[in-house]
């Protein structure tokens, strides 16, 4: 930088030194902050784009109460090859059984507590579907209600009643299986749905099977098929025979 004329010598060397400090001291601000700023873009652009853990935000439909989020820190029963191991976050059951916890089957214990498993269990039911509201008990007859009409399905088909035979109550069809809740292509009469979806089946001892007619859970068990009328408790419908055929059915 050329020293100005009437400025002496001296003078101008202390400024120009002073001047040189100064934009070297902005130099090194500025490449210290272009430094951090490389080092920290990666960490904070995994952050923002990074998708959420499997199973955070999984919408639980329980079928007793409105649906709610469930993340994985909520503590559920958890079951391991089908055998209780305690409460846990989600997460950590989806760790003990080897999956994510996506791939984990949830459901109610007979106390209506939320569960766990890899897998189905007897102790478990799945939740419903989505999409399965209760429905009107009103089929071909256009008798009954949702309450009753369940009622009037299996006690009255089981006496023979020859209008009910006539005109049964019919309902969606839906079939449990690796992949969730199928439903079936066309409705049906209670009887029908469990040949559908049981017989024929054999199944191994402990082993179990499930279903839904209408808005009502089906359970195949070795020997018998239940039902359950009151999101608690099963109880039995049907006969499996030694063949694993539907013996005798509603």
Excluded at 29 to 50: D, G
Excluded at 190 to 204: D, K, P, S
């Amino acid at each position: 930088m050329p020293r100005p004329e009437g400025v002496a010598p001296g003078r101008w060397s202390a400024w120009a030194r002073r001047r040189w400090r100064g934009l070297l001291g902005l130099g090194l601000v500025a490449a210290l902050l272009v430094w951090v700023a490389i080092s920290t873009l990666p960490e904070l652009m995994r952050k923002t784009l990074a998708p959420p853990p499997a199973g955070a935000g999984l919408t639980v439909v329980t079928g007793l109460a409105s649906d709610f989020t469930l993340d994985s820190n909520h503590p559920l029963k958890c079951f391991v090859d089908g055998q209780p191991v305690g409460e846990m976050p989600l997460g950590d059951c989806a760790r003990r059984n080897g999956v994510s916890n996506g791939a984990l089957d949830l459901g109610l214990d007979a106390g209506g507590q939320l569960g766990a498993s890899n897998g189905l269990t007897a102790a478990l039911t799945p939740l419903p579907p989505r999409g399965d509201a209760p429905t009107s008990d009103s089929g071909a007859s256009g008798a009954g209600s949702s309450g009753g009409g369940l009622a009037q399905g299996v006690s009255e088909a089981s006496r023979g009643d020859a209008n009910e035979a006539a005109n049964p109550i019919v309902g969606g069809c839906w079939r449990y299986g690796e992949g969730g809740w199928a439903r079936g292509d066309v409705e049906m009469s209670l009887g029908a749905c469990i040949q559908t979806l049981f017989g024929g089946q054999c199944l191994a001892p402990g082993a179990v099977a499930y279903g839904r007619w209408r808005n009502h859970t089906l359970r195949l068990i070795p020997g018998q098929v239940d039902m359950m009328g009151d999101d608690r408790s099963f109880r039995f419908v049907a006969t499996q025979a030694g063949d694993c055929s539907i013996a005798s059915s509603p």
